[in-house]
T-cell receptor, first 113, second 111 residues
């Protein structure tokens, strides 16, 4: 079946540094990638939608200069949290879409200290 | 806008008990509906889905029926196991492909 590999699974970084999270679709080409953020015991909040080769569409209230999304190929999308702060600590999940189906990555736990 | 509302958790059951997790939605048109499951520290896995009214999705003993008249998609399982302990999310798909999630319901099954 379709598999999305998300790395790293967890990361700890210092305030002010940047962190890159990768999502790769291993056995299919993802026309669209969705990036979500999840706070403890809460639902998933859609941050942005990206299509290969074009700029990401960000949801209202999400800072596009802080959360940089690149979808350079049909199998790779990256989310870079720039100048991270403790309030950016969260669980980030990607989801790759091809046609009507969605495949989720296993998530990245980001802790900013 | 479109939205999904789930019953609040946590839900604690004994093994072999009957499970119902309520889910209702507000949407224009007739969106596809989904149930996803999230195990601790992991991403989401599709549990089941239904694409039109009166469809019944089923998988691993779980079932949910798309009820247009009550705008509901309640999740049921006749006999839960400890391994079913997880967080369950109801979701709908908007035109354009975005998924709208409910707030999630944590299920804990005790032996």
């Amino acid at each position: 079946g379709a598999v999305v590999s998300q790395h790293p699974s967890w990361v700890i970084c210092k305030s002010g540094t940047s962190v890159k999270i990768e999502c790769r679709s291993l056995d299919f080409q993802a026309t669209t990638m969705f990036w979500y953020r999840q706070f403890p015991k809460q639902s998933l909040m859609l941050m942005a939608t990206s299509n290969e080769g074009s700029k990401a569409t960000y949801e209202q209230g999400v800072e596009k200069d802080k959360f940089l999304i690149n979808h350079a190929s049909l199998t790779l999308s990256t989310l870079t949290v720039t100048s991270a702060h403790p309030e950016d600590s969260s669980f980030y999940i990607c989801s790759a879409s091809r046609g009507a189906g969605y495949t989720f990555g296993s998530g990245t736990r980001l802790t900013v200290v | 806008g479109n939205s999904v509302t789930q019953m609040e958790g946590p839900v604690t059951l004994s093994e072999e008990a009957f499970l119902t997790i309520n889910c209702t939605y507000t949407a224009t048109g007739y969106p596809s509906l989904f149930w996803y499951v999230q195990y601790p520290g992991e991403g989401l896995q599709l549990l089941l889905k239904a694409t039109k009214a009166d469809d019944k999705g089923s998988n691993k003993g779980f079932e949910a029926t798309y009820r247009k008249e009550t705008t509901s998609f309640h999740l049921e399982k006749g006999s839960v196991q400890v391994s079913d302990s997880a967080v369950y999310f109801c979701a709908l798909r908007e035109e354009g492909g975005k998924l709208i999630f409910g707030q999630g319901t944590e299920l804990s099954v005790k032996p």
